[in-house]
């Protein structure tokens, strides 16, 4: 199996967060806003977008330690393997957020609901359904309190 993979930024997220510590745990929790701004050559994959109210956001965390295994989460002292939590901190530092779609404008999307930290990679946009990506009464066991609080 080839274990070399090429991925492309689309695009580049303009967000108020700079630093890591600005970055809120879930991007849904704050009032912000972020700018998607898609690369030219990408610009026609837009067509459409106008009738969606929310997207996937998938984007690379180009700031994270890709090292981590282990780490400790918001909401415990103990350590807990990478792929059972979000940490940015990670092999592949992929991260996803859903955004709502707030205005577009050209190649430029507002969306409020983003925690990518300034100049992030965007790598893709998926129209988010509840019907389709949401599955009720799901958690995770290990979690103490509920993730939005």
Not at 68 to 90: D, H, N, W, Y
């Amino acid at each position: 199996m080839n274990q070399e993979f090429n991925l492309k930024a689309i695009g580049v997220i303009h967000s108020p967060f700079i630093n890591p510590e600005d970055a809120p745990r879930q991007g849904r929790l704050v009032a912000q806003t972020a700018q998607l701004e898609i690369f030219p050559e990408y610009q026609a994959g837009l067509k459409d977008i106008d009738g969606i109210s929310h997207l996937i956001v998938l984007y690379w965390c180009d700031r994270a330690d890709r090292n981590v295994l282990q780490t400790i989460t918001r909401f415990g002292p103990e350590e807990k393997g990478v792929f059972a939590c979000r940490s940015p901190g990670r092999p592949n530092p992929i991260a996803f957020c859903v955004a709502q779609i707030l205005d577009l404008k050209d190649n430029i999307l507002l969306v409020q609901g983003v925690d990518a930290l300034d100049n992030s990679p965007l790598l893709d946009l998926k129209p988010y359904s509840s019907c389709l990506d949401s599955i009720e009464g799901v958690g995770l066991a290990w979690m103490n309190k509920d993730a939005t609080q």
